[in-house]
């Protein structure tokens, strides 16, 4: 199994901070990543998809970058509705697995 | 605008089957992979298996000896069977498309909490 490792697990910033968080993967996965935003009790979101590839209808202050085993996601100016827990996923072979999660806080 | 719906009991008895249903609506079934994933409270994610709407699957091996998904294209459903569950089988289950041409999950359910407990 390919395994995803995210940080920070938790971080706290406040409303218009620039805001990385990194996965990094146990061996090269290309491009083949997405990132997801989960929120309590609503449907996981897909935001990036083939590391750097933005989903449909997704802010722009949302990007990926990254390849090969490091990968990032930046939120370029943090919104009050951007709380919430964040996770890699890798699809380059099976299983499919993902990071441990990333809670962003809003100060 | 593709909605997917879990359902089924949210408590289970250790050693019986959890069974649960995923209902697509606004999409076909035809012509994806559709999968299952589950989230231990306070835990992070965990995939189970695939299932391609022609039948043919793709499970975890960690759960492979457990697991049966499967698919009804006349009911646009997908479903997941796992057996002989224990404590720690409880967890929020999702069921999620694949995104054609990719390995990312594009839509996905707002998960049902299913508790393993006597």
């Known amino acids: 199994d390919i395994q995803m490792t995210q940080s920070p697990s938790t971080l706290s910033s406040s409303v218009g901070d620039r805001v990385t968080i990194t996965c990094r993967a146990g061996q090269s996965i290309s491009s083949w990543l997405a990132w997801y935003q989960l929120k309590p009790g609503k449907a996981p979101k897909l935001l990036i998809y083939k590391a750097s590839s933005l989903e449909s209808g997704v802010p722009s202050r949302f990007s990926g970058s990254g390849s090969g085993t490091e990968f990032t996601l930046t939120i370029s100016s943090l919104q009050p509705d951007d709380s919430a827990t964040y996770y890699c996923q890798q699809y380059n072979s099976y299983p499919r697995t993902f990071g441990q999660g990333t809670k962003v806080e809003i100060k | 605008q593709v909605q997917l719906q879990e359902s089924g009991p949210g408590l289970v008895k250790p050693s019986e089957t959890l069974s649960l249903t995923c209902t697509v609506s606004?999409?076909?079934?035809?012509?994806?992979?559709w999968s299952w994933i589950r989230q231990p409270p306070g835990k992070g994610l965990d995939w189970i298996g695939y299932i391609y709407y022609s039948g043919s699957t793709n499970y975890n091996p960690s759960l492979k000896s457990r697991v049966t998904i499967s698919v009804d294209t006349s009911k646009n459903q997908l479903s997941l069977k796992l057996s002989s569950v224990t404590a720690a089988d409880t967890a929020v289950y999702y069921c999620?498309?694949?995104?054609?041409?990719?390995?990312?999950?594009?839509?996905w359910g707002q998960g049902t909490l299913v508790t393993v407990s006597s």
């Open positions: 606004g999409g076909s079934i035809s012509n994806y992979y």
């Open positions: 999620a498309r694949v995104r054609r041409g990719t390995g990312a999950f594009d839509y």
